[in-house]
């Protein structure tokens, strides 16, 4: 029987000795280091955590101690000891629970968290819930040093230092973001571990907190004698600790950006993949733009691996390649000034965590047409955690105006539509990068892309008439094909703008087609295709607008959620067939 | 002649003497408090920025150095200076400029600025555009102190600090933001002006910043001898000037908040209003409900007097009245802490800048289905700046999943889903108070508004439907009663229900009616009518949509704009004749 096989409860944690608490660390490191191996997972911010994670624990009394788990990169430990050791111990239950921490999943949970910077406000929150019905309970956010460049994290920690009573902000630095820290904090950062917490030029101070520093982050004891010194306190602190990302795992604690995430399978941090990707062909064109024009500046927000800007890359753009750390507000206002001042910007990002830069994007941006790129990666629909949809970057941009939002349907036209982006200096211009495998037609794209708005007929049918958007195309293309075995021969539509209507080309078809289908990979409220049903809304004309759901769905299997959304060849055909009755 | 009489250009400024300089400052004093009296406008900060702006133009060189005025509250001296001050002398010429910077009216400009804290984002990419291509003139940033609250200032901020090259961020300290400042940086900052910029726990330093500190930042000799300092310097520096919001008009020194902006004509700080407005209302319910539940907390980003919330009602709420500081991000992941621990949190803010939000919404919110209340004021379509337009949250808000956005048409309406929102613990709710004057049915609504987008038919006719959204339900109201009198019998709904479709009432219709006009005041994107058509594209219903246009109107007259968009009720009838044909 393992130290954790008795741990139930956090309740179960408190009769722990120091002995047993250290050799539960070492269960929890192998438990995850499993897991994480094998169904994919963050395997750095993880193993760094565990030691704190015991003595909250140890220490506070959850859940009425309420803890707060930013962007949850580090709550597996969390979950273990809070009666969920289960789905880490037993591989068949691995992907019963989510890897985010999620209150459907136990009392000790308190929030759906997978975005970053979120917690301190959060927590903020609670605290106040807690003043104004006259608990006493203590209130804890735990955030990473990477998460604290994040805006809304800084928002946070400038309105918890007036609350005026409980909140205790443990700051877990590892000295990672998910790739390398970027911005000035980071200095202090340091200057405040080399001074062992005792430098007076302190950020946390000057936003007016009480300040504790533990060096030995990852020591049991250390960190039980801080947090039993704030448990209880009445004003706002932060308990500032180094500890070590990766721990436990040597290849986790070298290659700390390659461990922050890990595939399942995947653990050579120098493996090179040799098949063509849109990721690997944008590394390519822009370094080869690069070294023709060294006004091009690439811009990423922290998460240049998921987008494949490997250590490669950035070491050959040098200057010009600039992560900006986890402030994707700042990136789209950043590349906006870097276009009206010479330069030309290509920021790229996440469809999810474009969700953070509405605003920018309208006033930043859109509303100076700043002539920047912005490549929107990971938009579509799949089973991912409800935390990090790619469903809505389609209702969010392409309702802001001046926006030119581009969805290309394989290398040919994406390659063609980077280069005009670039190149121009009239549009912002956003281009929603296929997540799809590559798909070429081995001719070059000679379209112009200023002439706006402009869609291709790539098929000329009849009756009905088939808009395949970006990625969908190919889906557009098997549903004309199946049609054509039944004896329709629709006309099939890439429409490469999700920013404007091809009025002309939409009114041509109503000369001989009686319904038009739109298919788009996203969340169909607010999309693409409700302007086509609306635009032809007074008409004779019918309208079917396939896509997702407005809805989070939660790690729900790719073909199930098609199914629902009636987004497969067969289902698609049969509304047809039954619309045309 | 004036002083200001010879100012063409920011040159000419140069030649002035320090006597001239202080002349001009009255000079533009004046200026500044007629053309506010008589048009509005930003008065406080406009009034301490005077010395400021002459001094930077005295040192640098604009346009070739450039400058970024953060929410450009602080830009008429600016503007007088570089070529626009007849904009500004002849009354005639008042309405011909914006309130804020503009590139359209002068190379001086760099941006279209409306929001804040986006200056250092902003500047520090025109200084990396500049060094990208070889530049070497000087970049500077202009923020208020109530700027440095939001989220995206600290992003930039915390990049612009390891740019590793020329850039000014000049911190304009009048010791207010829009209301009170709030948060815990704001004693840093007080700590700095009252030890001369000496203290070592210093919020610019933590970041990486150089630094210096001008206590009599309205002396145009001390500021000239600083800017002379920091001109041309090769790396980051914060300039932190301690300046006299509103300086020069007695009332407005000692009423900061009441002359931070002035309506035309409305000079009494303790003026009190006796018509019922949408305000009032919510004032009134929101003191009552206190008055019963402790656990009510009302919160509010940095602007209570845009929606009225006056002295009295936050002395009456207490610490059950939050203004976060201008801190949109923060203030919606805090109302959900709230909600998750026992407190029922009120929201209310503006429609521009819940577009500073849209991922908390999603994450913090509506993921969470935090049960809190958020009312969002000045939706609609009117003549405001491009900054400031009231269009985008519907397409914003109501495509987040699980939220549920309200558009009530009358003070009843208001009432009752304030009461159900505040009271239910399921859903997260918006409600869209209406932008227009008091409507009373004069009878109580007693709908459960927890039965979800249930929409009310209030008039059974047949052929026509009219929908009419929120604040338009009147309009929609009008067409009929035109409809009538030209022998048409339409239906009438309200709909109340922004975010999901009655698809029964919509299966209804089918049966006796031809065509469903949808009416909203907002821009028809991504919004509801949209929602309507694609409901109906595979049917025969016709659908027409009302609304704005995706554009960002700029200080169009109302008229112009609902005659373009067809929203008067003559085009709507004659639209709808010809759609009947």
Not at 17 to 44: A, Q, Y
Request: hydrophobic share 35%.
């Amino acid at each position: 029987m393992t130290v954790l096989d008795k741990i139930n409860s956090p309740k179960d944690v408190k009769a722990l000795s120091t002995e047993e608490m250290n050799t539960l660390s070492g269960e929890i490191r192998e438990l995850i280091i499993n897991k994480v191996n094998t169904i994919s997972g963050h395997m750095g911010p993880n193993l760094g955590f565990v030691e704190p994670t015991i003595a909250l624990h140890y220490v506070f009394n959850s859940p009425e101690d309420k803890f707060v788990f930013d962007v949850s990169h580090q709550c597996y430990a969390h979950k273990m000891l809070t009666g969920r050791r289960e789905y880490y111990q037993n591989p068949e239950k691995y992907l019963e629970i989510s890897g985010y921490t999620n209150p459907n999943e136990s009392e000790h949970d308190m929030f759906i968290v997978g975005h970053t910077s979120t917690s301190v406000s959060l927590a903020t929150g609670l605290a106040k819930g807690r003043d104004v019905r006259g608990g006493k309970e203590n209130i804890i956010a735990i955030i990473g040093d990477g998460s604290l460049s994040g805006g809304e994290a800084f928002e946070g920690l400038d309105n918890a230092a007036v609350l005026g009573s409980n909140i205790i902000i443990i700051v877990n630095d590892n000295e990672m973001s998910i790739a390398v820290n970027q911005g000035g904090l980071y200095d202090n950062l340091k200057l405040l571990r080399e001074t062992n917490g005792k430098a007076e030029c302190n950020y946390f101070k000057s936003l007016g907190f009480d300040y504790y520093y533990v060096e030995n982050g990852n020591n049991v004891e250390d960190l039980i004698k801080v947090f039993e010194e704030v448990k209880d306190i009445d004003h706002p602190v932060v308990v500032h600790l180094h500890t070590l990302k990766g721990k436990g795992l040597k290849e986790a604690e070298e290659y700390k950006e390659f461990y922050h995430w890990i595939n399942a399978g995947c653990t050579d941090p120098n493996a090179k993949s040799t098949t063509e990707t849109y990721a690997s062909l944008t590394r390519e064109y822009l370094i080869k733009k690069y070294e023709q024009d060294k006004t091009l500046v690439v811009v990423n927000p922290a998460t240049p691996g998921a987008v494949d800007l490997n250590q490669e890359f950035r070491d050959k753009l040098g200057k010009n390649y600039v992560d900006v750390g986890i402030a994707e507000e700042h990136a789209m206002a950043f590349i906006s000034g870097i276009a009206k001042n010479g330069g030309k910007p290509v920021l790229t990002l996440l469809s999810s965590f474009v969700q953070r830069t509405y605003d920018q994007i309208s006033q930043d941006l859109a509303l100076n047409n700043s002539p920047a790129t912005v490549l929107v990666n990971w938009g579509g629909i799949y089973g991912a955690d409800a935390t990090h949809l790619g469903l809505f970057d389609i209702p969010l941009i392409s309702n802001i105006p001046n926006v030119v939002y581009l969805a290309p349907t394989c290398k040919e036209e994406y390659l063609k539509m980077l280069d005009w982006s670039i190149g121009q200096k009239e549009h912002t211009v956003f281009i929603r990068v296929p997540f799809a495998p590559l798909s070429s037609t081995g001719k070059e794209d000679n379209t112009d892309y200023s002439v706006l708005n402009k869609y291709q007929l790539t098929e000329k049918g009849e009756t009905v008439a088939i808009i395949g958007l970006g990625s969908y195309y190919q889906k557009a293309k098997e549903v004309k094909e199946k049609l054509q075995k039944i004896g329709i021969v629709p006309t099939l539509i890439n429409p490469r703008y999700i920013t404007g209507l091809d009025k002309e080309l939409l009114e041509e078809l109503k000369l001989s087609h009686k319904l038009v289908i739109t298919l788009e990979e996203g969340c169909l409220a607010g999309g693409f295709g409700e302007k086509i049903a609306s635009y032809y809304g007074s008409s004779d004309m019918k309208v079917i607008n396939y896509g997702a759901e407005k809805a989070f769905p939660d790690r729900i299997p790719l073909q199930t959620q098609l199914e629902k959304y009636h987004l497969t060849t067969e289902l698609i055909v049969k509304d047809i067939q039954e619309a045309l009755k």
